[in-house]
């Protein structure tokens, strides 16, 4: 079941300008070390967005202080502003920004979905109408690629037809899938630096598992660096999300072993413990970023919403296990303060803990992949989030896809799969009230019972 970092049947594979090690796996989830042009990251890893070139309230600096090792930027943004060219005049993202590490950029086509209203897709590309001064702005695969090859990420991304996984159209989805593979081959024509810069193919086909199949085959036949697994994080089901990653991640009829694989717009923790133990690696999302904005910290037991009227007098670190620096010299109750004030620091030290977390979380998966006790680590994870056993019953269905006992756990009961992928579906909150009980038994085992404890929602 499980190989250790010194067997020599580990998977790998030697592009251009990535070298990708997969270097301890256990069950189906895997650490590895991918080098890139200018970083070598280890997976599983979670990429902060910055979409216009910057994380919003966090340097470059601070960014490498948590030890993120890629960060997003987005095609169509950056190119509406400043341009790729004035990018491409200072060197490209990296000196732009003044980011050593690594750096990947959207193609651009996301936009598809969360700009439709202003976007009109053919066979040609997407036309999109301009949200700074109206004007339509043509983006075909040709010019995704012409853009990012400017902008000088280390990954770069093919230009895919997204359709939103709520859509009732089974005939969209399948022009979609094809049109996707159509526009991977103008991409890869494209591609003029492929020996500085990685191509990543997107598999689509929505919920249909013929076409997320077909999608790989096709995708697969081509040979890139890597690929990711897009459309997803909709508003589908969790219990159809995990299936889908699940299915292109399978050991032998998924996404190669040997190449990294990306779950497109994860940020839930829960979902990357999840997507880590199906076989995933990489994972973006503006969530951790975004919510820290609205005064909501994420922690081991879910997240906390410092803007209820309990942590006014709650003492605490955000996150006893937690060493960011955030953790380190600041209470709830100041943060409560400042982010029920709206003073501009509250964004900032809030995110500045969010990523931290997260940058953790990855951290402390790869390092019990690589000593053999992921399951252990997956079942305390669980524990604390979910301590009344009411872990969801789409993540048991995917751990146990997954080669991942929760004896002890779980309850034996299954509860009902309506939650929401990447829009905290019900089943994201099932931990909401254990929570509580929790945090109040904590209080107490510490003496520190001054005030109402509010509620830890999970996701």
């Given at each position: 079941m499980a190989s250790t970092s010194g067997a020599a049947a580990l998977p790998s594979s030697d592009s251009p300008?990535?070298?990708?090690?997969?270097?301890?796996?256990?069950?189906?989830?895997?650490?590895?070390?991918?080098?890139?042009?200018?970083?070598?990251?280890?997976?599983?890893?979670?990429?902060?967005?910055?979409?216009?070139?910057s994380v919003k309230g966090l340097t470059t600096a601070q960014l490498a202080?948590?030890?993120?090792?890629?960060?997003?930027g987005n095609t169509y943004h950056l190119e509406n502003r400043p341009g790729s060219e004035l990018v491409a005049d200072m060197g490209g993202l990296h000196g732009f920004i003044n980011?050593?590490?690594?750096?990947?950029?959207?193609?651009?086509?996301?936009q598809m979905v969360s700009l439709l209203h202003l976007a009109e897709i053919t066979e040609q590309g997407v036309t999109f109408q301009s949200p700074i001064d109206g004007s339509a702005m043509l983006l075909t695969p040709e010019q995704s690629i012409a853009i990012q090859n400017r902008l000088g990420a280390d990954i770069i991304m093919a230009l895919d037809d997204v359709v939103p996984t709520t859509t009732n159209d089974p005939?969209?989805?399948?022009?979609?899938?094809?049109?996707?593979?159509?526009?991977?081959?103008?991409?890869?024509?494209?591609?003029?630096?492929?020996?500085?810069?990685?191509?990543?193919?997107?598999?689509?086909?929505?919920l249909d598992p013929q076409l997320r199949q077909?999608?790989?085959?096709?995708?697969?036949?081509?040979?890139?660096?890597?690929?990711?697994?897009?459309?997803?994080?909709?508003?589908?089901?969790?219990?159809?999300?995990?299936?889908?990653v699940a299915q292109c991640t399978h050991p032998h009829t998924g996404l190669p072993q040997g190449k990294p694989r990306y779950v497109m717009g994860i940020g839930y923790p829960l979902d990357i413990v999840v997507c880590s133990a199906l076989g995933a690696d990489m994972f973006d999302s503006v969530y951790p970023t975004r919510t820290a904005r609205f005064g909501v910290a994420l922690v081991p037991e879910g997240v906390l919403k410092l803007k209820n009227a309990g942590y006014a007098r709650d003492f605490r670190?955000?996150?006893?296990?937690?060493?960011?620096?955030?953790?380190?010299?600041?209470?709830?109750?100041?943060?409560?303060?400042?982010?029920?004030?709206?003073?501009?620091?509250?964004?900032?030290?809030?995110?500045?803990?969010?990523?931290?977390?997260?940058?953790?979380?990855?951290?402390?998966?790869?390092?019990?992949?690589?000593?053999?006790r992921f399951p252990d680590w997956v079942r305390d994870y669980l524990r604390t989030m979910f301590p009344a056993g009411d872990v969801p019953g789409w993540v048991r269905d995917a751990m146990?896809?997954?080669?991942?006992?929760?004896?002890?756990?779980?309850?034996?009961?299954?509860?009902?799969?309506?939650?929401?992928?990447?829009?905290?579906?019900?089943?994201?909150?099932?931990?909401?009230?254990a929570g509580v009980k929790s945090a109040r038994a904590e209080r107490r085992a510490a003496g520190r019972a001054r005030g109402p404890v509010p509620a830890m929602e999970t996701e």
């Amino acid at each position: 079941m499980a190989s250790t970092s010194g067997a020599a049947a580990l998977p790998s594979s030697d592009s251009p300008a990535l070298k990708f090690k997969v270097v301890a796996t256990q069950g189906r989830a895997r650490s590895s070390r991918m080098t890139l042009p200018h970083y070598t990251a280890h997976t599983p890893m979670f990429m902060p967005v910055g979409t216009q070139g910057s994380v919003k309230g966090l340097t470059t600096a601070q960014l490498a202080e948590l030890d993120c090792h890629v960060i997003l930027g987005n095609t169509y943004h950056l190119e509406n502003r400043p341009g790729s060219e004035l990018v491409a005049d200072m060197g490209g993202l990296h000196g732009f920004i003044n980011w050593q590490r690594g750096m990947l950029t959207d193609s651009g086509g996301f936009q598809m979905v969360s700009l439709l209203h202003l976007a009109e897709i053919t066979e040609q590309g997407v036309t999109f109408q301009s949200p700074i001064d109206g004007s339509a702005m043509l983006l075909t695969p040709e010019q995704s690629i012409a853009i990012q090859n400017r902008l000088g990420a280390d990954i770069i991304m093919a230009l895919d037809d997204v359709v939103p996984t709520t859509t009732n159209d089974p005939a969209r989805f399948e022009e979609a899938t094809h049109r996707t593979t159509r526009w991977i081959d103008r991409c890869i024509s494209a591609h003029s630096r492929p020996t500085e810069q990685n191509l990543f193919a997107i598999v689509q086909g929505g919920l249909d598992p013929q076409l997320r199949q077909l999608s790989i085959q096709q995708l697969v036949e081509r040979n890139l660096p890597g690929y990711a697994i897009g459309g997803l994080a909709g508003g589908e089901s969790k219990d159809d999300f995990w299936r889908v990653v699940a299915q292109c991640t399978h050991p032998h009829t998924g996404l190669p072993q040997g190449k990294p694989r990306y779950v497109m717009g994860i940020g839930y923790p829960l979902d990357i413990v999840v997507c880590s133990a199906l076989g995933a690696d990489m994972f973006d999302s503006v969530y951790p970023t975004r919510t820290a904005r609205f005064g909501v910290a994420l922690v081991p037991e879910g997240v906390l919403k410092l803007k209820n009227a309990g942590y006014a007098r709650d003492f605490r670190p955000l996150d006893s296990t937690c060493e960011c620096m955030v953790c380190k010299n600041y209470t709830r109750a100041y943060l409560h303060n400042v982010v029920t004030r709206g003073i501009a620091s509250a964004a900032i030290l809030v995110t500045y803990h969010n990523i931290a977390y997260t940058q953790a979380l990855t951290r402390r998966m790869r390092a019990a992949i690589e000593e053999q006790r992921f399951p252990d680590w997956v079942r305390d994870y669980l524990r604390t989030m979910f301590p009344a056993g009411d872990v969801p019953g789409w993540v048991r269905d995917a751990m146990a896809e997954a080669g991942v006992d929760l004896t002890g756990v779980a309850l034996d009961q299954p509860l009902a799969r309506t939650g929401a992928a990447g829009a905290g579906g019900a089943e994201e909150k099932a931990g909401a009230g254990a929570g509580v009980k929790s945090a109040r038994a904590e209080r107490r085992a510490a003496g520190r019972a001054r005030g109402p404890v509010p509620a830890m929602e999970t996701e």
